[in-house]
C-alpha cells in the first residue's frame, strides 16, 4: 500500500544531542513537508521540498536541518540549537490533483522528548 | 490575529447530537481542507474544497468563499468521532497551507 512512514513513532533524547527523524513515501509526490505541532498549537511548517536536492525553510527552520537527496526521502534533523525540540513531528507529502489543486498527505508522526 | 481561526477551540456533545465547527480565513486561498487527528496524533485528509458542499457519510463541509468562511459538519455522532478536527487554508499558489489550531472533540455516549 501507498503511503508516509514515519519513525520511530516515540523518540527520546538527551538535550545536546542531534537527533534525526527518518519520513519515507512510496506515493511517488515530488513535494515533501515537516511539520511541528505543539499541544494545544496549530501545524506550524519547518521546511519543504518541492522536488529533490531543493528544500526551503518555514516558517520556524531555526535549529532544524534537511535534506532531499531522493525522493521517497526527507529526513529532519533537529539540532542542539533548537531551544524547545519536545513537540509532535508530523512529515507530509503532495501532489497536484486533476483540478489543479495540491493535497497533502500526512504521516503517523513522531513524538519528540528532550530531557 | 491569525489567519485561520476556527471555533470552538473545544466541544463536548452527547451521542447522536449534531455538531458544528467553524473556520473563518483571511486570506486569499485556493481550496480548504478539513483534517482529523486522533489521540494517536496521525492525521488524516477528510475535505478538500473551493466551493459549495462535499458529504462523506456522515461528514458534511461547506465553504462560503465570499464570506471566508468554512463549516464542518458532523450527524448522528458517535464516540468515534472524538478527535481534533484542524481545518487548513491552500494558499493561491495551492502548494502551502495555513494551519488553524484545531477543535478539540469529546462525544459522549
Known amino acids: 500500500d501507498g503511503g508516509i512512514t514515519q519513525s520511530p513513532k516515540y523518540l527520546f533524547r538527551k538535550e545536546g544531542q542531534n537527533v534525526t527523524l527518518s519520513c519515507e513515501q512510496n506515493l511517488n509526490h515530488d513535494a515533501m513537508y515537516w511539520y511541528r505541532q505543539d499541544p494545544g498549537q496549530g501545524l506550524r511548517l519547518i521546511y519543504y521540498?518541492?522536488?529533490?536536492?531543493?528544500?526551503q525553510k518555514g516558517d520556524i527552520a531555526e535549529g532544524y536541518s534537511v535534506s532531499r537527496e531522493k525522493k521517497e526521502s526527507f529526513p529532519l534533523t533537529v539540532t542542539s540549537a533548537q531551544k524547545n525540540p519536545t513537540a509532535f513531528y508530523l512529515c507530509?507529502?503532495?501532489?497536484?490533483?486533476?483540478?489543479?489543486?495540491?493535497?497533502?498527505?500526512f504521516g503517523p508522526g513522531t513524538r519528540l522528548t528532550v530531557t | 490575529k491569525n489567519e485561520v481561526e476556527q471555533s470552538p477551540q473545544n466541544l463536548t456533545a452527547q451521542e447522536g447530537e449534531f455538531i458544528t465547527i467553524n473556520c473563518s480565513y483571511s486570506v486569499g486561498i485556493s481550496a480548504l481542507h478539513w483534517l482529523q487527528q486522533h489521540p494517536g496524533g496521525g492525521i488524516v485528509s477528510l475535505f478538500m474544497?473551493?466551493?459549495g458542499k462535499k458529504k462523506h457519510g456522515r461528514l458534511i463541509a461547506t465553504i462560503n468563499i465570499q464570506e471566508k468562511h468554512s463549516s464542518l459538519h458532523i450527524t448522528a455522532s458517535h464516540p468515534r468521532d472524538s478527535a481534533v478536527y484542524i481545518c487548513a487554508a491552500l494558499n493561491n499558489a495551492g502548494n502551502m497551507l495555513t494551519f488553524g489550531g484545531g477543535t478539540r472533540l469529546m462525544v459522549k455516549p
Open positions: 474544497l473551493s466551493s
Open positions: 521540498s518541492q522536488i529533490v536536492n531543493d528544500f
Open positions: 507530509a507529502s503532495s501532489i497536484g490533483n486533476r483540478d489543479g489543486r495540491v493535497e497533502q498527505y
